[in-house]
């Protein structure tokens, strides 16, 4: 029996396997597809708190090497600095979906990651004990947990019996990586149905991008869809062809309406489905990876309970209803409507006002997550600022700490508060910092005297120069002492 048992090796699934091996954990991916090449480039973009994540695992650089960084993102048609924001990572990364899945499957690889390629999970029966995995050829297999990360038409959702709620679709576009007849040139248009382009990616392929006409099936779109799209909008279908990409998507916004049904879990685009508008996807998939990690990760080796594993749905769900509404407003102003238009320029005089741009630009990086742990310091519940700190080993950065996933107390009192609490639970780190504590949206704010920082990154107690609360936060979040 296998400890956890993850279907489908995207971004998402990938992470998770990452964090769980970091965990301590006996974790197997099963992917359908027979390698990990993607047919297309597919999504690309990640954002500050999706950096930080890599960051704070130690593996940012090789996704930094390998992309384009953007100072702005955009809402409807207003630019939002994002080189204010407090953060080492002031930027999005411009990577597409097909790299960042092979530096994940390095990463997970260097781990001892066992992936098994060319096995398609038919539905799963949850038990008492356990969960059987159906595949399509052999099996069962049986493993203690099973999360699925296997996308929006997710089996493991579907066979768990998990439904979705949410807005359906209103529109759909095709997007292609094709070829042309002759020289491809950039093309770019927005409609009463929406936004069109032909964008050249240097190898003499084409990604196309173009809203169809009306709704269209749920059935995979031939290249004779996107033909006759490209002639309704533009007159010509440009002469595509040896389409290496062919799919298509709609602004349906749909979210499950949990995370967990007993010892089946969800992630990434299994949890949740939306525009692409924004670039969200890959991030918020990273996100929950992170966040179930480690959790998943105690639950199995008997150091916390199952009520940890609440905290997941409790604290994704909510963050991800947030992004999606985000999306749903985003994709509102990606068409030509004289209404939407008016709405939209208003908007943009307000965002240009000096700070308004502020939250959305952090609502859309993932830097203005905050989980409600309760009342107290404005760091509880948001995620740990990179500090410059010095410990007896000398200078190091906070994120540095967290490159193994272990909890850790950052004691700035001097007066070792955790002596005799943290029972080996957690990193003890006495350090100092002189600088200031700024917060996104928030600004500065006054400096604990300690810190307590889940694997995760962000912050499940602070310290006001006594250690009130700590043994408690050390019990919800590190497990029972003796555990």
Known sequence: MHDVVIVGSGPTGLMLAGELRLA?????????????????????????????????????????AEGKTINAATFGNTPLDLGGLPTRHPYTLALFQNHIERLLLERVEELGVQVRRGVEVTGVEADDGGVDVQLGAGGPLRARYVVGTDGGRSTVRRSAGITMAGPDATRSSLIAEVKVAGEPVQQGKVDARGIHGLYPMGDGTVRVVVTEAALGPTTEPTLADLRQALTDVFGTDFGVHSPTWLSRFTDATRQAETYRKGRVLLAGDAAHVHSPTGGLGIGLGVQDAVNLGWKLGQVVRGLSGEELLETYHAERHQAGERALK????????????????ALRDLLGEVLRVEGAGVPIAALVTGLDVAYDLGAGHPLLGRRMPDLDVTTAEGPIRVFELLHQARPLLLDFSGQELGAGLSNGRVRDVPATYDGGWQLPVLGAVGAPAAVLVRPDGYVAWVGAGSADGLAEALDTWCGRAGG
């Not at 985000?326 to 238009?341: H, I, N, V």
């Open 24 to 64: 301590g954990v006996d974790a197997v991916v099963l992917e359908r597809r027979e390698s990990q090449e993607l047919a297309g480039s597919r999504g690309g973009g990640i954002h500050s708190r999706t950096l930080e994540l890599l960051d704070q695992r130690g593996i940012v650089d090789r996704f930094l």
């Open 326 to 341: 985000y999306t749903m407003a985003q994709s509102l102003f990606q068409k030509s409507d004289p209404r939407q238009e």
